[in-house]
Every structure is written in C-alpha cells, then in structure tokens.
C-alpha cells in the first residue's frame, strides 16, 4: 500500500506565507507526477500546480508568481510554498502522486488533505 501524508495547513493573515508539505511512503517502486489541488467550500476541486518525475511545474495562471511547487524525489516529498496569501486561496489542500508500486502498478493515489485558511 501507499499512503501519503500533507502538513503545513493552518491559519494565516492575508499577506502571509505557508509551506505545505506532503511525503510518500509504502510500497514504492518510483514516483511520477506529483501535484497539488484545492477545493474550497461550495467549489470543484482544481490543480494547483502540477511537477514531472524531472522538475517541470505547471502552475494555473491565476497562481503564478504566488506559488510555487519544489519536490525531492529522495524523499518522495512534494512542496508547496504559498506568499502573498489572500482570503480566497481558503481551502483544502490535497496532494496527489502517480506511483508506481513494487509490483509495477501505476496508480494515482491522494493525500487526506490540509486545511488552509487566510482570515484577519
């Protein structure tokens, strides 16, 4: 099995910074894409940002230049560092990865989720 696990979510002004953490454990062969989304109340979940197995991110262009998405493939950690934060990047946080296992299936597997929210 696969598990992966965010932290970093909490409360924050608007004008703040966060860092979101999430690592991947388990029966891992290699890991692929790893990403971030969203969801905020009463909205879909979106991406976030997106970064390849060799470090090519993608971002949505409302978030560039606010965020941005690193990963250390050694660890199987992704991370996102969030400035500049404003009232409606509240939101759960989820962090998603496609592995491959040790038995060599590729399947997308998903974080629990973090909580985010920037209020005064």
């Known amino acids: 099995q696969v598990q992966l696990v965010e932290s970093g979510g909490g409360l924050v002004q608007p004008g703040g910074s966060l860092r979101l953490s999430c690592t991947a454990s388990?029966?891992?062969?290699?890991?692929?894409?790893m990403a971030w989304y969203r969801q905020a109340p009463g909205k879909q979940r979106e991406l976030v940002a997106d970064?390849?197995?060799?470090?090519?991110?993608n971002y949505i262009d409302s978030l560039k230049g606010r965020f941005t998405i690193s990963r250390a493939n050694a660890k199987n950690t992704v991370n996102l560092q969030m400035n500049s934060l404003k009232p409606e990047d509240t939101a759960v946080y989820y962090c998603?990865?496609?592995?491959?296992?040790?038995?060599?299936?590729?399947?997308?597997?998903w974080g629990q989720g973090t909580q985010v929210t920037v209020s005064s």
């Open positions: 998603s990865a496609a592995v491959r296992t040790t038995t060599f299936v590729l399947r997308n597997y």
């Open positions: 388990g029966s891992i062969f290699s890991v692929d894409a």
């Open positions: 970064i390849s197995s060799s470090g090519r991110t």
